[in-house]
């Protein structure tokens, strides 16, 4: 069982930046896939952007291309989103999310979620 903990979720004006964390329970090399999804109340939960073990690649939601940056950090076996120029629509509870492979088996985690609020 892998257990993802997020932190570094608050509250910051429209321009600024956050970094959010997440710390996994496991060798990060385990993890195929990791990355955040962002969840609104009242909508579905939506992909923010995933980082790949394999070859380091990364790929982004369109509405967070170019601000945000995954960035998967081997030491301390944690995953970290550089977020910038901030607006208000990014206001959401961001889940850290990961999956790996048993065989062919995929499994996935979640983490608890942490609140992102960008005020205008």
């Known amino acids: 069982q892998v257990q993802l903990v997020e932190s570094g979720g608050g509250l910051v004006q429209a321009g600024g930046s956050l970094r959010l964390s997440c710390a996994t329970s496991?060798?990060?090399?385990?993890?195929?896939?990791i990355g955040w999804h962002r969840q609104v109340p009242g909508k579905q939960r939506e992909l923010v952007g995933h980082?790949?073990?394999?070859?380091?690649?990364?790929n982004y939601a369109d509405s967070v291309k170019g601000r945000f940056t995954i960035s998967r950090d081997s030491v301390n076996n944690a995953v970290h989103l550089q977020m910038d120029s901030l607006k208000p629509e990014d206001t959401a509870v961001y889940y850290c999310n990961a999956r790996e492979y048993i065989g062919s088996h995929p499994y996935d985690y979640w983490g608890q979620g942490t609140q992102v609020t960008v005020s205008s």
């Open positions: 980082a790949f073990n394999s070859g380091g690649g990364t």
């Open positions: 496991v060798n990060i090399s385990r993890l195929t896939i």
